[in-house]
């Protein structure tokens, strides 16, 4: 199946011309971050979200919902293929907030994305659930930075023992560059991530199966909700933050803040 690009650029408010340039790779990018929230309600209910395209059709782009990476990526990745983009799957491991000496494993997905005619592979990923996300693709360059306003990225490279380069991409955070995730170009194929979407979504341990996780990126604010903590932060760095009181105002927040409608009849533990 391929994917529907007008009803996909309907969603995301895209109207650029469908060539596979520099300038519409980074519009698209940007357009599908502000346009479809992230959000991991499957999980949380029980179930492992489908990552076959004409679900993730149904889901992020003809309904009120959004996704987790897998989604989000697997669903650009598609739109980006369509438009003649070479997309390569890529797989990352989550540093931001880890505990000195935690290996985590290596559970993202992401996306480097080539142009016919530019010599320099491009970073791109939708699918970061944290205000220090992408919101355009990045040069795939060693210490390149990206200044995709509000916010500030760069790549490094990381401290690595193994064959191959390890990749690190950063945010700035007002006066030091935070690390985000770190990747290697071992190219990744659709059914590494049925296996991994299975186990991020059905672990008795996974984060994403204890809490309800969503992001919205806005022109000037960036709304996340965490659990029941619910935070809002503006371009200017002013930060507010306050606790929902029970699963009911979380699901009321989801759909009126997030734009994000569970399914009917959800109802969230706790």
Not at 183 to 203: K, Q
Request: proline share 8%; net charge negative; hydrophobic share 40%.
């Amino acid at each position: 199946m391929t994917l529907d690009l007008d009803a996909y650029f309907a969603r995301i408010g895209w109207s650029g011309e469908r060539r596979p340039t520099v300038e519409v790779l980074r519009s698209v990018h940007r357009a599908h971050t502000l346009g479809i929230p992230f959000e991991n309600l499957e999980p949380v209910l029980g179930t492992a979200p489908s990552l076959a395209l004409p679900d993730l059709e149904r889901k992020l782009v003809r309904s009120e919902r959004g996704g987790y990476c897998y989604e989000h990526n697997t669903l650009l990745a598609a739109a980006l293929t369509q438009l003649g983009f070479r997309v390569t799957l890529l797989t990352a491991r989550v540093v931001l907030g880890a505990a000195p000496g935690d290996i985590r494993p290596r559970t993202h997905m992401l996306l480097q994305v080539d142009v016919e005619g530019d010599s320099t592979p491009w970073l791109a990923d939708v699918g970061f659930g944290a205000h220090g996300a992408l919101m355009e693709p990045i040069p795939l360059v060693a210490d390149a930075e990206l200044l995709d306003t509000p916010r500030r990225h760069r790549l490094v490279h990381a401290p690595h023992d193994g064959p191959l380069e390890m990749w690190e991409l950063q945010t700035d955070k007002g006066g030091y560059w935070e690390p985000q995730y770190e990747f290697t170009l071992e190219p990744f194929e659709s059914p590494d991530y049925e296996v991994i979407n299975w186990y991020v979504a059905t672990h008795p341990r996974s984060p994403f199966r204890q809490a309800v996780y969503a992001q919205r990126t806005l022109p000037g604010l960036h709304r996340s909700l965490s659990g029941r903590t619910l935070v809002e932060t503006a371009d200017d760095g002013t930060v507010e933050e306050r606790e929902l009181s029970d699963s009911a105002e979380v699901l009321r927040v989801l759909a009126d803040d997030f734009g994000v409608h569970p399914p009917e009849g959800a109802v969230l533990p706790g």
